[in-house]
């Protein structure tokens, strides 16, 4: 199966993350930029009202526990989705972001996609950023409906600790 048409280009590994403004569970304003100086996680997916989003943001939220990384999630689902969902499920150590009025991650990040049912949302995609900043570790999944290789994100955060 072919991978998932972007809005692209992504930012490859070796560059600085760019710009990425948020809104969060709790409806304030967030920016990637906030988290500078600490590793972050970052993962972007579709909703977290698919099962596949929600198995990743649960299985993040307890493996990335304790381990000093901070991770961050970026869908286009509204705060109150967002909201809902973290409090229903218990999620502590994923920072929900909503991509729904900046769009950074659908067009500047280019993590947006262009085809099929889900066009307009976002791409399953992780990425590890260091403390400066700069992307060390990408992964996009081949098709939506696959999960992402959390150990070799995992792993490649724990080695920028």
């Not at 403004?21 to 304003?29: C, F, L, M, Q, S």
């Not at 869908?75 to 900046?102: H, K, Q, T």
């Not at 949302?121 to 696959?146: C, F, H, M, N």
Request: proline share 6%; with cysteine; charged share 20%.
């Amino acid at each position: 199966m072919p991978q998932p048409a972007f809005f692209g280009p992504l930012p490859a590994v070796g560059t600085t993350a760019p710009t990425l403004r948020y809104v969060k569970a709790d409806r304030k304003e967030a920016a990637l930029h906030e988290h500078s100086g600490h590793v972050v996680i970052l993962i972007a997916f579709p909703s977290v009202d698919t099962s596949t989003c929600a198995l990743e943001t649960r299985t993040f939220n307890q493996k990335a526990s304790g381990m000093g990384a901070k991770v961050v999630s970026i869908s286009m689902d509204l705060p109150f989705a967002l909201n809902r969902f973290c409090a229903a499920e218990g999620i502590a150590n994923v920072e929900a972001g909503s991509d729904f009025r900046y769009h950074d991650a659908a067009h500047v990040w280019g993590a947006a996609l262009t085809e099929g049912a889900l066009a307009g949302t976002l791409g399953r995609i992780t990425w590890v950023i260091d403390k400066e900043g700069v992307i060390r570790y990408q992964e996009v999944t081949p098709e939506l409906g696959a999960e992402p290789d959390y150990e070799a994100a995992l792993n490649a955060a724990k080695a920028l600790l």
